[in-house]
C-alpha cells in the first residue's frame, strides 16, 4: 500500500514540474523585457519628459514658433531703423532737396507708410465638403478647393498693373524682392507663416484696381472655381488705409561657391 500510495507521488510531482517550467520562463522574459524597456526609455528620456520634450514638437509647431519669432523681430528692426533715422535727421550735413529726393525714393521703396484710398481683396479655401454646384463640372479634387501660389501672385500682378501705389499682404508690405510663396496650403511670406483667409490691400485708384482684377486671365480662370466649387473671393473698398513701412531686412541673400 505504501509504495502505491507514493508511485502516484513519484509519477505526478515530474509531472508537474514539467508543466511549470514554461510558465516559469515566460514571466522572467516578460520580466526581462519590462527592464529593457524601461532602461531604453530611461536612457532615452535622460530626466526630460519624453511625451512633452521640445526636440518631439511637431514640424507645425515648431514653423509656428519662428514664424512668430521672425514677426517680433521684424517690429524691433523696425523700430531700430526709426531710431536711427530720426538721428540720422539731425545734422546729417544734407540739403533740403536731398532730403527731399531721399523720402522720394523710400516711399517708392515701401519703407515708410502710406496713406489713402484702397481695395483688399480675401481669397479663401472651398468647404471641404464641396461638391460641384453646377452642372457638366466633375467633382472637386482635394487640389481644387485650396488657394494656390499662383492665386495669390495672380492678384497681386493685377492690382501692381491696375496703378497700386503699395500693397500689403495679411499684415506685411510687399517690396519688390518680396516673394509670395504657398508650401502647402500655408504662405510663407518673408520668414513669416500665414493660414487661409489670405487679405490683400492695395492703396490706389479703387475703379481701376478692381477693373484691373476682372481683366485678368489668372483671376477669370480663379472665378470659376470660386463659382463652381465655392472657393472664398471678396473685394471691398477701403476708404481710409495706412499701409505699414516694410521693416524687415533690405540686404540681398545669394548663394555662394564653397572655397
Not at 514540474?17 to 530611461?42: D, E, M, Y
Not at 491696375?162 to 496650403?185: E, F, H, P, W, Y
Request: charged share 25%; proline share 6%; net charge negative.
Amino acid at each position: 500500500m505504501s509504495n502505491s500510495a507514493d508511485s502516484p507521488q513519484a509519477e505526478s510531482s515530474p509531472a508537474r514540474s514539467r508543466g511549470f517550467r514554461p510558465v516559469r520562463l515566460l514571466t522572467v522574459a516578460v520580466f526581462a523585457l519590462a527592464g529593457l524597456i524601461f532602461f531604453t526609455s530611461f536612457n532615452t528620456a535622460k530626466g526630460t519628459n519624453i511625451r512633452t520634450d521640445a526636440s518631439l514638437l511637431k514640424l507645425s509647431d515648431l514653423i509656428q514658433e519662428r514664424s512668430h519669432k521672425n514677426g517680433q523681430l521684424d517690429e524691433t528692426n523696425g523700430a531700430l531703423r526709426d531710431d536711427v533715422e530720426a538721428l540720422a535727421e539731425r545734422d546729417d550735413g544734407s540739403t533740403k532737396a536731398e532730403d527731399d529726393k531721399l523720402a522720394a525714393l523710400e516711399k517708392k521703396a515701401g519703407t515708410q507708410q502710406l496713406k489713402g484710398e484702397a481695395i483688399s481683396v480675401t481669397l479663401n479655401d472651398a468647404p471641404p465638403d464641396a461638391t460641384a454646384k453646377l452642372p457638366g463640372y466633375p467633382e472637386p479634387q482635394p487640389d481644387y478647393l485650396v488657394i494656390h501660389q499662383q492665386d495669390l501672385q495672380a492678384v497681386v500682378n493685377a492690382l501692381w498693373q491696375g496703378g497700386a501705389q503699395g500693397i500689403k499682404v495679411m499684415d506685411q508690405r510687399l517690396i519688390s524682392t518680396s516673394a509670395v510663396r504657398c508650401v502647402g496650403n500655408t504662405l510663407i511670406l518673408q520668414g513669416r507663416v500665414y493660414s487661409p483667409p489670405y487679405k490683400i490691400t492695395a492703396v490706389g485708384d479703387p475703379e481701376k484696381l478692381r477693373e484691373s482684377l476682372a481683366a485678368s486671365p489668372a483671376i477669370q480662370n480663379y472665378m470659376v472655381y470660386v463659382n463652381v466649387y465655392g472657393l472664398g473671393w471678396k473685394v471691398e473698398d477701403e476708404e481710409a488705409v495706412t499701409l505699414p513701412g516694410y521693416s524687415g531686412t533690405v540686404d540681398l541673400q545669394y548663394a555662394k561657391p564653397v572655397e
